[in-house]
Nanobody
């Protein structure tokens, strides 16, 4: 059964750092792309970062970051642990929200450069972990 479990959230001061973890089970992150989303109260769910696992022997993995986090956040993975990470540096109050990891519904064929992330393209979600950036 497909399952994703996030952890690592908490309270941090502006300028601080956190590392979120997403442990996947029931599927292999080498074969299915996983993304991070976040949602603040009263706002739409926002795609934050993705590390692709494309289909095709000649495909090259790509990463996506939203403009608001580019240069501050880094997505990575540990295949042996089937875990995806989100390293968040230089945190700002506007980064506050519940962070979710999610599995892409269908792998993309070949090298694919994401322009944006649509929640409708993801079919499995974790329970979320709260990140609060405040003084």
């Amino acid at each position: 059964q497909v399952q994703l479990v996030e952890s690592g959230g908490g309270l941090v001061q502006p300028g601080g750092s956190l590392r979120l973890s997403c442990v996947a089970s029931g599927f292999n992150i080498e074969f299915d792309s996983v993304a991070w989303f976040r949602q603040a109260p009263g706002r739409e769910r926002e795609g934050v970062a993705l590390r692709s696992s494309p289909a095709g022997s000649r495909a090259v993995a790509t990463t996506y970051y939203s403009d608001s986090v580019k240069g501050r956040f880094t997505i990575s993975r540990d295949n042996a642990k089937n875990t995806v990470y989100l390293q968040m540096n230089s945190l700002k109050p506007e980064d506050t929200g519940v962070y979710y990891c999610a599995r892409e519904r269908s792998p993309r064929w070949g090298t694919y450069y994401y322009k944006s992330l649509d929640p409708a393209d993801f079919d499995a979600w974790g329970q979320g972990t709260q990140v609060t950036v405040s003084s």
